[in-house]
Each structure stands twice: as C-alpha cells, then as structure tokens.
C-alpha cells in the first residue's frame, strides 16, 4: 500500500493551497484518514481527520480555515486550506489506517510528505 501526497508548495499569506493523497495497492478497506504536520524542531501534530462516514476533527488553529474531505471510490483524502498563515509553514503528511486484501486486521500508512510554506 502507497499514499502518495501532493499540492504543496509556496504562498503568501492570506492565499490557499489544496493537498491532494491517493492511496494505492492491495487495499480491502480505509477506515481513518488524515493530515498531519511536521514543522522545523516541533513534533509532528495531527491537523484533520475524516472518518468514512465523514465526520471530521480538527486541530483548534485551523478551525474556520482548514477542510478535510475524502473520495472514498478513489481513496484519496484532500484538504483545503485557507486563510494560510506564515504558522503553517510545515511538512505535510496524510495517513491512512488501511486493511490489506487478506489481512486480519487494519494498519498505519504514511505518504511521503508535501512541503508547504508561507511566506511574503
């Protein structure tokens, strides 16, 4: 299985970005999708999460300006972003809890990470 990230990139603040991941393989089911972030000398902290029935969660700084939504006919999750802020300048990743074709139980998948910077 392969979730492979995209949309990153650089922008000034106040302007908006939209990532894209698409997972890909021997996948049965997806259960949780979401984005997390990665800054220079900070942890990495969940920014949104999807359920498969949609029902979201959000970090409380992008509350209002972040919207997490998943296709789940091509397994992809997104997020738009607006109202970007030079704070949001990070390494985006999105995650997926994925059952295999033939596996007992789900798994934790990352992609490979999109960077994202704001700045004028």
């Known amino acids: 299985v392969q979730l492979q990230a995209s949309g990153g990139g650089l922008v000034q603040p106040g302007g908006s970005l939209r990532l894209s991941c698409a997972a890909s393989?021997?996948?049965?089911?997806?259960?949780?999708m979401g984005w997390y972030r990665q800054a220079p000398g900070k942890q990495r902290e969940l920014v949104a999460a999807?359920?498969?029935?949609?029902?979201?969660n959000y970090a409380d700084s992008v509350k209002g300006r972040f919207t997490i939504s998943r296709d789940n006919a091509k397994n992809a999750v997104y997020l738009q972003m607006n109202s970007l802020k030079p704070d949001d300048t990070a390494v985006y990743y999105c995650?997926?809890?994925?059952?295999?074709?033939?596996?007992?139980?789900?798994?934790?998948?990352w992609g490979q990470g999109t960077q994202v910077t704001v700045s004028s």
């Open positions: 995650n997926a809890d994925v059952k295999r074709i033939g596996a007992l139980w789900s798994d934790d998948y």
């Open positions: 393989g021997s996948i049965f089911s997806i259960n949780g």
């Open positions: 999807i359920t498969t029935g949609g029902r979201t």
